[in-house]
């Protein structure tokens, strides 16, 4: 079947704008996770879903990011007053259940000028 | 917290070498192993695991890596590389049995190979 998707591939944006990126995770598959890339690095976890419920945020860097699943498929992460810092590749993955593979989508390339 | 150190940034070789790259980590838990591979303009997939049993794992397209607990150590190695293995490599662990399942991944290395 399909895999991870993600939109929009790329966003530009300038500073202090509101931005929201998209995941369609696999169909089935209870387990959501969002990461993020910045150049030269590898990803680096933000907030995973169980369902409906966000289970652990505690990487989200502070208060500006935020993300919803409000029917335990698609989600969103939503970031407020972005800043240049933010400027990164948000991945998202997902999984069958908490304890299977994760499978990745090709990320959302977020410039913030 | 766990941490994942890739002590190889950039490995340049030509086809038919063997490569090694390196993996290390950091908790004194039982966590599990994983390598993941991006190819170009490509998604991270999953290269191979290792959750329990034997230490030595075999993935996909010739690869294997080896957990050695003692030196916290998950190296990955394929014995002749081909030009299509060009690719970033991650190394990721998650803690065994938490809630989440939640990837600290390494800084990734990225390997060229020359035809």
């Known amino acids: 079947g399909a895999g991870v998707s993600q939109t929009p591939s790329n966003k530009v944006t ?4 509101y931005v929201e990126l998209r995941c369609d995770p696999i169909s089935g598959h209870t387990a959501l996770y969002w990461y993020r890339q910045s150049l ?32 335990g498929s698609v989600s969103t992460l939503k970031i407020q007053r972005t800043e240049r810092g933010d400027s990164a590749v948000y991945l998202c993955a997902s999984s069958f259940s908490e304890l299977e593979t994760q499978y990745f989508g090709p990320g959302t390339r977020l410039l913030v000028l | 917290a766990q941490s994942v150190s890739q002590h190889n940034h950039h490995v340049i070789l030509s086809e038919a070498a063997s490569l090694e790259l390196g993996c290390n980590y ?42 050695i607990k003692s030196k916290f150590s998950f190296n990955l190695r394929k014995p002749s590389v081909q030009w299509s293995d060009t690719a970033e490599y991650f190394c990721a662990v998650n803690v ?11 800084g990734g290395t990225r390997v060229l190979v020359k035809p």
């Open chain 1, 40 to 71: 030269g690095q590898g990803p680096e976890f933000l907030i995973y879903f169980q369902g409906t419920g966000a289970a652990d945020d505690s990487g989200l860097p502070n208060d500006r990011f935020f993300a919803v699943r409000p029917e």
């Open chain 2, 26 to 67: 950091s908790y004194g838990g039982t966590v599990n192993l994983f390598w993941y591979v991006q190819y170009p303009g490509q998604h991270l997939q999953l290269l191979l695991k290792y959750f329990s049993g034997d230490p030595l794992v075999k993935g996909i397209k010739g690869f294997e890596a080896e957990f």
């Open chain 1, 14 to 17: 300038e500073k202090g704008k």
């Open chain 2, 96 to 106: 065994y049995k938490a809630a989440g399942n939640k990837l600290t991944f390494g």
